[in-house]
């Protein structure tokens, strides 16, 4: 038996194992946001340690941060001439609220019409354990055709606020041929798929202060002007009849999409009903000129993430509030500065809100949006890993969400990312429910063993 066939043979025989450690893994609430968590950050942490140990490699370090500790491991082929793969991923994970919309414990993991329930099972631990079944079934064989290194952080669900200057520091420590992020996902079981853009994210809090204190409505109301009004007036201007974010400069340094890009959408099978069919939405809406999926993968957008101002309990209660907040997300296309969205929002503020209140603008972590050449080397690896599991060659797709990783990495470590991931659009990650369509991430765990052959091969 080949080397190859035999890493996929020892693949398939212990998709079960693999499976039971994704659980294990799951059941740990490695909650980054929330402090309360702090003692399960380090249980994940530890747990990869572990797995990574299980699995022979035993240059595995757990390298503090300011905040959350980042898992750096190491194992090098025999071969002098091997090239590095460095494998990113996170172990934290989202918050679980609300609650009592779950139908089962969001930390222990139920297989569901073929689907494993649990926070955490799609974004990413799904992702991370595949990564290390496809090197432990390469492992197995007795040799390994790559150097492989692994870097799993703990803050990526909170903007990765310390990976910029743990990267700065560990430059040469984490020197690499390719860097591989299983962060993205795919576009259907039967689709496999290559993200080969970004978007980025930059977000922000604005504050509207009136009155000291919250006002009877009966005694001031119609004298002191309400900030909770100021606030709807200001979101409902950031936005004009095309749907195109009226800031100031907002669209200057957007590059437009060639004429190539577009067709490349025009691949991607998903139609409006079926956008409609995983959000639940009655209808869509998007920017003018641009179809739902040019607006998701390569159009900047601003949209409210959260409102917060008055009574908002049940009954009445008759007050003009002393405060209203809002928590504004953008996300970004290449070239798009997030410090630029940052004075391009404040100077939107200064020419809009009313001198009868005050403002505050707070800038939250955030990360620029990225790029990458369809002909790299590493790319088309994958591109020939996809086709030999799924038997059709993979379709390129602009994902419309952040991984403000690719970017730091691109920028410090002077290296592109090849984006993967086997997780679906109806696995509802950062939702209640979230879950694993397992077949295709059995699929997912040969794909990998492919394409790090493929890599090895490639000069």
Avoid at 195 to 214: A, C, Q, S, W
Avoid at 236 to 256: A, C, E, K, Q, W
Avoid at 298 to 310: F, N
């Amino acid at each position: 038996m080949a080397t190859r066939e035999e890493a996929l043979f020892n693949g398939k025989q212990n998709y079960n194992y693999y499976q039971e450690l994704l659980q294990e893994f799951i059941r740990i609430p490695s909650i980054s946001t929330d402090p309360n968590h702090k003692e399960d950050i380090k249980l994940a942490s530890n747990y990869l340690k572990s797995v990574l140990n299980k699995f022979g490699i035993t240059d595995v370090r757990i390298m503090d941060t300011e905040g959350h500790p980042v898992v750096y491991a190491e194992k090098r082929s025999t071969n002098q001439q091997a090239l590095t793969v460095l494998i990113y991923g996170h172990y934290d994970v989202q918050p679980v609220d609300p609650l009592e919309l779950w139908e089962s414990n969001p930390f222990e993991p139920t297989v569901k019409d073929g689907r494993l329930v649990g926070r955490g099972a799609s974004d990413m631990k799904g992702q991370i354990i595949a990564c290390l079944a496809a090197y432990q079934a390469i492992s197995l064989t007795g040799t390994i055709p790559l150097n492989f290194k692994f870097i799993f952080e703990g803050e990526e669900e909170i903007g990765s606020p310390n990976l910029t200057p743990f990267l700065e520091k560990n430059k040469e420590l984490l020197q690499c041929d390719v860097i591989l992020n299983p962060d993205a996902g795919m576009i259907s079981p039967d689709t496999p798929t290559i993200v080969n853009g970004l978007r980025g994210l930059t977000y922000f809090e604005l504050m509207i202060k009136g009155p000291d204190h919250d006002l009877h409505s009966g005694t001031f109301g119609g004298a002191i002007h309400n900030p909770a009004i100021v606030l709807a007036d200001l979101i409902s201007g950031m936005h004009d009849s095309d749907n195109r974010v009226t800031l100031p400069g907002f669209y200057d340094d957007v590059i437009p999409l060639t004429e190539r890009e577009r067709n490349e959408f025009l691949k991607i099978p998903v139609t409006d009903s079926d956008i409609k069919r995983q959000t639940g939405a009655p209808a869509l809406l998007g920017e003018k000129g641009y179809s739902p999926l040019e607006q998701i993968g390569a159009r900047p957008t601003l949209d409210i993430s959260g409102m917060l101002s008055g009574f908002i309990g049940e009954g009445s209660k008759t007050i003009i509030p002393s405060w209203a907040m809002a928590k504004i997300g953008m996300r970004t296309v290449p070239n798009q500065d997030p410090n630029k969205i940052y004075h391009q929002l404040k100077q939107y503020i200064e020419e809009n809100v009313p001198k009868t209140v005050t403002w505050e603008l707070k800038q939250f972590a955030g990360g620029w949006a990225s790029i990458s050449d369809t002909t790299n080397p590493e790319v088309v690896a994958l591109s020939n890993a996809l086709e030999s599991v799924w038997g059709k060659k993979p379709l390129y797709k602009r994902e419309g969400g952040s991984i403000p990783v690719v970017a730091f990495m691109q920028k410090i470590l002077n290296k592109d990312s090849v984006l993967t991931g086997f997780g679906l659009p109806d696995d509802k990650i950062h939702s209640p429910n979230e879950s694993l369509h397992l077949e295709t991430w059995k699929k997912g765990i040969l794909a990998l063993i492919e394409f790090f052959y493929n890599f090895a091969g490639v000069k």
